[in-house]
């Protein structure tokens, strides 16, 4: 069947969700009355590579690989999570490519028959994916999923996180399920540039996500009239946090999730800018309720 969309949630599959729960019954029901039933090692699962260093701007892979000697599964349901104002996620179309060679038989002894389900969030993406192949489960190592991102343009250090992992086999819970994150370095050690001064300017935020108030960690090389500001992703001016004659150095400086008005902002993106002069560095921001 080909791809489709229901509810902001993208389908790839070759049924129907109504004819998958059938025959996805029937797949796990078949494989326990065969014996498969889960062994005592678990499934560790990571983001792969564990740590990379890219560009500012740069489009990258990750994997989700299962490492070898662990139980035989035959679906899993995962949640990654990362920072929206370090990293974007890039689904790839059809999203079924996103799917790993474990799972589509490329190197591994299965059917290519899944039932895929993806969705994506502001800072997280959720999947599903389970065969439908009669009597057949999969073990590590190898990779299960591949996530696109591209990079901000702002140097820092950032993780994508495996916030849920959830692994099946025969209808049963494989357990336990270990998990391990990857740490991505943006721009810190890419690359020579042209002759120029050093980035002088330097924006972070914490915590992001935030509920309700943050604080932003600035730094400038030299003082100056210097200023931070919040818009939303409309280009609308939402709060002007500071403004004024600052000294050289780093400072902290809080901002409580409140526009010009007074009135806390709705969860979503936003754009902070520190500016000094004709510089400027911007970061995403998230506010969740």
Known sequence: MKSRSKGGAVMTSHLTLGSCRRWCALALALAFMAGAAPAGAGVSVKVSPATLTVAQGAQFDLDLAVSPAGSNF????????YDPAALTLVPLAPTSLQQGC???GTCSIACGNTFHHFAAAGDSAAISDVLLCNLVSL???GQVYKLRFTASNTDQI???RIRRATFYNAGLFVNPVTTADATITIGSTVGVGPASSPAALRLAAEPNPARGSLV???EADAAGEQRLVIHDLAGRLVRVVEQGWRAEGSRRVAWD????AGVQVPAGIYLATFGAGDRSARIRVAMVR
């Open 74 to 81: 035959n679906g899993f349901d995962v949640t990654v999570s």
């Open 102 to 104: 474990l799972m589509t």
């Open 216 to 218: 932003f960690a600035l």
């Open 158 to 160: 950032t993780q994508v």
């Open 257 to 260: 999730g409140r526009d010009s």
């Open 139 to 141: 073990t590590g190592p």
